[in-house]
């Protein structure tokens, strides 16, 4: 899984026939330090989150698929947590 | 997904099984502030209605090859969906 928080969110009316009604928000990816690193993707939400928030992003077909309970679903990036603290040990 | 910007349509001649009348997308990847990054891919497009020119949303990998039907092609990208609008802080 991936540490990095929502900044934006992406609205869609024509798309695959499973992302009808589901929330597309892009999450940048953070570093070790917390700091964004630039890199991003964009996931479909399964908590509740919002922009600003850090969470928690699986990035694995079978397992998000498991979440939205759909063999078929074409979908690999689903947010999962939202994150309170983080403690780093480095 | 990534954010891509369709810059062109690509027609092949002759596709493997499963691939035929699958419209191919040229899609250059977008960072998170629309600028481009990397090099252009070619894309099936799941949503069949994207066009040069349009902001969409693709999946690589696996998760790809399942917006189709038949799902077992041999296809790495896919264009999901066409975005609208991007709300970015």
Redesign the interface.
């Given at each position: 899984m991936i540490i990095g928080t929502v900044?934006?969110?992406?609205?869609?009316?024509?798309?695959?026939p499973f992302?009808d009604g589901k929330k597309?928000l892009?999450v940048?990816k953070a570093r070790f330090d917390g700091t964004p690193s630039?890199d991003?993707?964009?996931?479909i939400d399964s908590v509740g989150a919002g922009?600003?928030q850090e969470v928690l992003v699986l990035d694995e077909?079978n397992g998000a698929r498991q979440i939205v309970q759909s063999a078929?679903?074409?979908?690999?990036?689903i947010i999962v947590g939202i994150i309170d603290e983080v403690t780093r040990n480095p | 997904?990534?954010?891509g910007r369709v810059i062109g349509k690509v027609v092949p001649c002759v596709t493997c099984t499963g691939l035929e009348s699958v419209p191919m997308l040229w899609v250059q990847p977008l960072?998170?502030t629309g600028k481009p990054k990397g090099s252009p891919i070619v894309a099936a497009d799941?949503?069949r209605?994207?066009g040069p020119g349009e902001l969409v949303?693709y999946?690589g990998?696996?998760?790809?090859a399942?917006?189709l039907d038949p799902?077992f092609v041999p296809v790495d990208h896919?264009v999901?969906?066409?975005?609208?609008?991007?709300?970015?802080?």
């Open positions: 900044t934006g969110e992406v609205y869609s009316t024509i798309n695959h992302y597309l892009i940048e630039g991003y993707l964009i996931a922009v600003g077909g078929t679903a074409p979908l690999r990036s | 997904m990534l954010l960072d998170k799941s949503t209605m994207a949303y999946e990998g696996r998760e790809a399942m917006t799902v896919a999901v969906g066409i975005v609208d609008d991007v709300h970015n802080s």
